[in-house]
């Protein structure tokens, strides 16, 4: 028997009817099909309508949607109807699996003549590991039979439970990052959901990939000195949460712990002086920006404290809180002295020195051992912004920096600036600073942001975050380094719960 890769779904499975009879896309069936696109399986519909129908025409068009077959079964002839489509999702040595509610059996006893394995949704059964039909009660468990499945076949293989907002998720999944089939490394995904219990699910992964942030509601930077108090997730986060805390052997990529420190850009500022060390006389220099904390606008030692933390005009202003809520990303760029008292920027807020560098952003990925880099146009310098301020009586700027970047016009071919700002690029001092990053951190896969300043050629990163989507590079370099820095870090983290619990190992 081989790895689960072909799976055909019985529309009865996926279709309701709207009150005028017409065939429709229940939210939960839509998002298994998005899921299946871009699994790595083989998967396809099956019906047997007359094809001229409005169901089979509204079938086959949802097949099409999502790059999936559609198989028209004529119900007075199964096996022709099979054998024409079904190499479209078998291959040799592999299972392939039929999933149906039991309305409609007419292919079940021709798959299993084929070797196919036989599923079907009930209500009334739980699920078992009976070798000739599987039980379902719900949609959302298809993911975690195939992966058990696949692990009873390759005890070796490595489930990876994810959980992250829609939309993060399927950026990660069009790239073929969250496969249901192996990878060449042996790492299988499934979607955690809120629609099974937790435990269920947690019992069936090997290690678990989160984006945290997406589930943040609010984050109270007073409420306690100890950020995660002051942190409200989501319900599902919450359970989450309590999961890891009743259960700290369980693997996680990476512990909510080691992520909180990026959620506070104070903290963030202070992590970065520490880049000081790699610092050597006469080479170039890597290191944060200069900044300073403010709990209030209206303080009248604001200009003698910008002053002794290095500051002058202009100042990027941003909220203390660096992600996971509305606010976090909501900046001013501040020209003036008396400005800072009209700035809407949430508070407390961190001044942030502005950075001349040519208006070129490095966008620079750790993913495990592995650094990767984009090149991406950026905020014009200084002057160009004070001249623009002037036609506004030096108003601040104030933007939302995931929307509305002031980013400087092009004024050179694109393969100039890459080349002149390959050149700038002190390569070899990132990359120690990515090394010292990830082990300062303890995290798996993060992103900075580096600018060159013009006249030091001090390199200073500007902005540092978790789990980054990276798609600014290439999938045949990222996608392969994230199934790597995954599988790199369950094996430390076993490693680890072996030579603490030596009974693990055997």
Avoid at 3 to 26: K, Y
Avoid at 476 to 483: E, G
Wanted: glycine share 4%; aromatic share 8%; with cysteine.
């Amino acid at each position: 028997m081989g790895l689960a890769r072909g799976l055909l779904l019985d529309e009865s499975l996926l279709l309701a009817d709207d009150e005028n009879g017409d065939p429709f896309l229940p939210p939960r069936s839509a998002r298994l099909l998005r899921r299946l696109q871009y699994s790595k399986l083989r998967a396809g519909i099956c019906h047997q309508e007359d094809p001229s129908s409005r169901k089979a025409n509204f079938l086959g068009r949802t097949a099409a949607s999502y790059s999936l077959e559609c198989i028209s079964m004529n119900p007075f002839c199964i096996t022709d109807s099979l054998t024409k489509k079904l190499p479209a999702l078998s291959g040799s040595g592999e299972t392939c699996f039929y999933v149906a509610s039991g309305k409609n059996d007419a292919p079940v006893s021709e798959l299993k003549k084929l070797g196919w394995k036989i599923i079907y949704q009930s209500v009334d059964s739980l699920p078992t590991a009976n070798q000739d039909v599987l039980l379902i009660n719900q949609l959302e468990e298809l993911p975690f039979v195939l992966s058990s499945f696949n692990k009873k076949e390759d005890d070796n293989l490595i489930v990876v439970g994810y959980v992250m907002k829609p939309s993060r998720e399927e950026d990660f999944a069009k790239r073929a990052a969250f496969p249901m089939y192996p990878t060449q490394n042996g790492l299988m995904f499934v979607p955690l959901t809120l629609e099974l219990p937790l435990e269920v699910q947690m019992q069936a992964v090997d290690a678990i990939l989160h984006k945290a942030t997406d589930e943040i509601i609010s984050i109270d930077l007073s409420s306690s000195v100890d950020l995660p108090k002051g942190i409200s997730f989501s319900g599902g986060m919450c359970e989450l949460e309590r999961y890891f805390q009743g259960h700290p052997e369980c693997c996680v990529v990476d512990p909510l712990g080691k992520i909180y420190p990026l959620l506070d850009r104070l903290k963030i500022q202070e992590i970065l002086l520490g880049l000081e060390d790699l610092n050597i006389k006469n080479h170039n220099k890597i290191r944060g920006p200069h900044f300073m904390k403010l709990d209030s606008l209206q303080d009248s030692n604001i200009g003698e404290l910008l002053v002794q933390s290095k500051l002058s005009f202009p100042v990027i202003l941003k909220p203390q809180v660096a992600c996971g809520v509305a606010d976090a990303h909501n900046m001013a760029l501040v020209f003036k002295l008396e400005d800072f008292q009209d700035l809407s920027v949430p508070l407390p807020a961190i001044a942030q020195e502005y950075v001349d560098h040519g208006s070129l952003l490095f966008k620079f990925y750790v993913l495990g051992d592995k650094v990767f880099y984009a090149i991406k146009k950026s905020m014009p310098n200084a002057n160009v912004l004070v001249s623009s301020s002037e036609k506004t009586g030096f108003s601040p700027l104030q933007f939302n920096s995931l929307k509305s970047l002031p980013v400087a016009k092009e004024d050179q071919p694109s393969s100039d600036v890459q080349k002149i700002s390959e050149q700038s690029l002190d390569l070899e001092l990132v990359h120690q600073a990515a090394n010292w990053l990830r082990t300062t951190l303890g995290l798996t896969i993060i992103g900075f942001d580096v600018v060159i300043q013009e006249d030091s050629r001090d390199h200073v990163i500007v902005d540092l975050n978790y789990l980054p989507s990276f798609k600014e590079i290439p999938d045949c370099d990222s996608i392969p380094a994230f199934f790597n820095a995954i599988k790199h870090a369950y094996e430390l983290w076993k490693t680890k719960l072996v030579a603490k619990n030596p009974s693990d190992a055997l």
